[in-house]
Each structure stands twice: as structure tokens, then as C-alpha cells.
């Protein structure tokens, strides 16, 4: 059967600064929390490899704007480092950033290839954590000002922004489950550190409709369909409900629909967990939805009721009222440890489909890390990496579905174009299209990257 997909569909790869960009002597970057939590606590990160070991963008990015090419993408997002264009995190702006961003910008445009670029991915500055990073909201504030003047200084050539990247993870990782700096576990504060965000890109896209540019705004949320271990089960299915407000429609309602639904506000309530707000920021939320959604889908969430111990019988976190689901029989990706469902893909699309009002989205992360990839070298010296294309292959038959059916989907972003530096992973799992050599820095394209040509230049494929 073949899958042809829409006109104009996006094939590429995202990527983020921090990533790929990392750090170099005389940059005028700035720390951001990553750079800060490897210095204090570097057994922390995988084989103890930090941020300041990307995959060398900054130096190679004519070069890796060639890969891109000979990859098929036709679309690439990636993300402006805050800590790198405004160090202070407010006021003066770094000039070699923004020669290395305009330099970026105009090798894609010249290179036919859509930029979207996000301006926030897990990357606070680490002056802006220091004022208490997304719990002030003079941070918020900051916020607005940067986007502010990345959409002055690239707007006439970058159509396509968004706002923020999987803003529920920097509240998981560095609020409930100490995977991310500053490692706090405290629900409440994450709830004030989800609101804030949601406020800082309300504030960003209000800027942007001000200043009358003319592209388009959206975020990029992971959407983990929360899938009860049994729908006929009540109790599971109200603890799938309750992950789902917690961990998708915290952004999904306020990013789409302006406003937060009642049930979240009243589960946060009856955990004292209610974030402080002011009456003139919720219409600011109200009143600046997205254009479009970028959508990262790696995995569902399988819940049941809660049958553990409470942990923290203190604090507040979602997880005293539901527990993780380890469905007997899911298929997994061993090396990171999460369930492949490509399914999902397709109940995402009918999600948006029925109760979002058919949102125009795109897949803006979808992709497997897979760990020792070097015994797949071929005799030719790529690595074989048939896996991915299968991985790929059965995602895009579900979203392929989920279109036929109307979903108003405009593309699919791989994670990600080369291996690159994963937070805490680091090197571990690789996701790359093209395999980095991590000693000489040679990029060398996998199979799944020649794949990806044909599968752009075909529009689709046969399976
Ligand atoms: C997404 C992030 O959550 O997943 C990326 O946007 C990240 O930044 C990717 O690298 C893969 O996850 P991990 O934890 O294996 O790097």
C-alpha cells in the first residue's frame, strides 16, 4: 500500500540550541541552568559528558545545512538559546549571536529550507533561575522582552516561531521529579512554574500580533495520551483523567482554547495547589491563543488507580492520585525505557481532530535513541539502521490514517537530524539520521538517513 501525504508536507528534523549549539570559548553565551548543574553536579549526567559537548552546530552549521539537504528535509526547526542572545537575561544584546543566528537563518533560506525556530527549550539562563526562574514573574516579564527582540532582529525572514518546547517537562524535571535543575519536588511550585510559563507565551504572542509580523505562532507540547489500564474500571479511568489535566491540557486548554479547564482548577484547589494570578493575565491568556500546535509524540502514559504509597505525604504532586500502568506485553524501546504505541499518533490526531477545533499542527517530534549503534556499521561504514525506518514507517501509517480521517496535520519533524547531546543522557541513546562521531566530529549519514530522502522527495511511501 502507499502513503502519499498532503501537498507541501513537511519532511525534516528538529533540533535545539542547547543540543547542538553548546558552548564555545569567546561566544558571549552566557551559563544557562544546564551549564551550571553540570558544574556542581556532573554524576549526574551520563559518562559524566555535559552540555558543553554538543554535536558543534555552532561551528559546522554550513556543513550540517548540507546534511539537512542530503537528508530531503524541506523544513528544520531549531532554537535560539536565550543565555546566548541576551546574557543578562535582560537588556544588551550579544552581537556574535545574532551574526550566528542571521548566518543560521539565511544558509537555510538559501538552501530552500522553512525554518521554525523555538525560543525556549529547558534552557533558563542561569541569572533568570537565580531570580527564582519561572516561579517570578519578572522572569515572565524577561521572557517577553527576548521574544521580543528575536522577532525584531529574524521576523522578516523566520515565518514560523513558537514559543516554547514540552513546557510541561521543565515542571516534571525540575519540580516533581528531580530530573531537571533546580530539582525541586514540590507540586505547588510546579503548578506556579507551569501558569508562569503558560503566561510567558501568551505574553510572547501577544508581542508578536502587536508588532504586526507576518507569520505564524504556536507551541510545541508532548502530548501523551493517558490511556486508563482498564476503561471499564472507574477508579482507573478518573486516575487516567487526572494525569491527562495534569500532564497534557495544563497547556493544551490555556495554549488553545485561552482559558484552563474547571476540573484541573478545582483538582489544584482541593490540593492547595492553586497558582497565584492576576485577573489582567488571564485575559492576556485568553486573548492570545496559537496559530498552530507543534505536536511531540514519543509515547502514551498507561495509568491505573493509585495502589502505591503515597511518597510525600506532605507535598502536593499529581501522582498521589494515580500510578504509572507497566501494560504486561508493550512493546518497548529497551534503551530508553519507553513504550513504543504508534497508535497514539493517530488518537492524538482525533483528539485535536474532535476537541480542538481541528488546530492546524504538525508532528514536531517523533524518534527512537538507541544505544551502541556502531555494531550496525555496515561494510560500507554507515550504520544500518533498519529499526528506525521501521519505527517511522509504522508512525506515519497511523498519522497517514488520522489525516485521511481530516486531521489538519502539515508535517512530520524527526528527533533528530544528528546524534546529538541528550541533558542527562548525553551521548547514551542516539537518535540521529546521521551518526556523529563523537572523538573526530565526522557526521556520516545512517540508512534511515538516506531513506528519509526518498521518503521527502516521494512525498510518502510503500509499505
Ligand atoms: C524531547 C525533547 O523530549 O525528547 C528533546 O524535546 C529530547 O530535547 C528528546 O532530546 C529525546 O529525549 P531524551 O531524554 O532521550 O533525550
Given at each position: 500500500m502507499k502513503y502519499i501525504f498532503p501537498e507541501k508536507f513537511w519532511w525534516g528534523s528538529a533540533t535545539s540550541g542547547p543540543q547542538s549549539e553548546g558552548t564555545v570559548k569567546g561566544d558571549g553565551k552566557s551559563k544557562n541552568i544546564w551549564d551550571y548543574w553540570f558544574e556542581i553536579?556532573?554524576?549526574?549526567?551520563f559518562d559524566g559528558v555535559?552540555?558543553?559537548?554538543?554535536?558543534?552546530f555552532y561551528q559546522n552549521y554550513k556543513k550540517d545545512i548540507q546534511l539537512l539537504k542530503q537528508t530531503g528535509h524541506n523544513s528544520f526547526r531549531t532554537s535560539i538559546q536565550w543565555s546566548r542572545l541576551i546574557p543578562e537575561g535582560i537588556g544588551e544584546v550579544n552581537d556574535k549571536a545574532v551574526v550566528f543566528y542571521n548566518n543560521v537563518i539565511d544558509e537555510l533560506i538559501k538552501n530552500n529550507i522553512e525554518i521554525v525556530i523555538n525560543l525556549?527549550?529547558?534552557?533558563?539562563?542561569l541569572c533568570m533561575q537565580q531570580k527564582g526562574g519561572w516561579e517570578n514573574k519578572k522572569v515572565v516579564e524577561a521572557y517577553a522582552e527576548y521574544a521580543k527582540k528575536c522577532f525584531e532582529l529574524f521576523g522578516d525572514r523566520v515565518k514560523y516561531w513558537t514559543t516554547f518546547n514540552e513546557p510541561i517537562v521543565p515542571v516534571e524535571g525540575g519540580y516533581l521529579y528531580d530530573f531537571h535543575y533546580p530539582n525541586v519536588i514540590d507540586g505547588k511550585r510546579g503548578a506556579q512554574v507551569a501558569y508562569h510559563t503558560a503566561l510567558a507565551s501568551a505574553k510572547a504572542i501577544q508581542c508578536y500580533k502587536e508588532m504586526g509580523q507576518n507569520g505564524q505562532i504556536g507551541i510545541i507540547l508532548n502530548l501523551t495520551p493517558s490511556y486508563p489500564r482498564s476503561e471499564q474500571n472507574a477508579e482507573d479511568v478518573k486516575a487516567a483523567h487526572i494525569a491527562d489535566l495534569c500532564f497534557n491540557k495544563s497547556f493544551l486548554e490555556p495554549a488553545i482554547k485561552g482559558e484552563y479547564p474547571q476540573d484541573l482548577i478545582e483538582f489544584l484547589k482541593q490540593n492547595n495547589a492553586l497558582p497565584q494570578y492576576e485577573q489582567e493575565d488571564i485575559e492576556i491568556i485568553k486573548n492570545n491563543t496559537v496559530d498552530f500546535l507543534g505536536v511531540n509524540y514519543y509515547r502514551p502514559r498507561r495509568i491505573k488507580a493509585k495502589e502505591s504509597d503515597v511518597i510525600y505525604k506532605d507535598i502536593f504532586m499529581p501522582d498521589n492520585y494515580f500510578d504509572e500502568y507497566d501494560m504486561p506485553g508493550r512493546k518497548e524501546n529497551p534503551y530508553r525505557g519507553w513504550e513504543i504505541y504508534e497508535k497514539g499518533i493517530y488518537d492524538i490526531c482525533t483528539i485535536l481532530r474532535t476537541e480542538y477545533n481541528n488546530i492546524p499542527f504538525f508532528i514536531s517530534e517523533n524518534g527512537m535513541g538507541v544505544e551502541n549503534e556502531q555494531k550496525y556499521i555496515n561494510e560500507e561504514g554507515y550504520i544500518e539502521d533498519d529499526y528506525r525506518i521501521e519505527f517511522i514507517k509504522d508512525h506515519l501509517k497511523w498519522l497517514h490514517k488520522g489525516i485521511e480521517e481530516g486531521a489538519n496535520c502539515k508535517g512530520y519533524h524527526l528527533w533528530t537530524f544528528i546524534d546529538c547531546w541528550s541533558w542527562t543522557?548525553?551521548?547514551?541513546n542516539r537518535y540521529g539520521l546521521v551518526a556523529l562521531d563523537l572523538e573526530t566530529q565526522k557526521r556520516t549519514i545512517k540508512k534511515s538517513g538516506k531513506w528519509f530522502k526518498e521518503l521527502s522527495e516521494n512525498n510518502g511511501f510503500e509499505y
Open positions: 553536579a556532573p554524576e549526574r549526567f555535559g552540555p558543553q559537548n554538543t554535536s558543534t525556549y527549550h529547558f534552557d533558563m539562563p543522557n548525553a551521548y547514551k
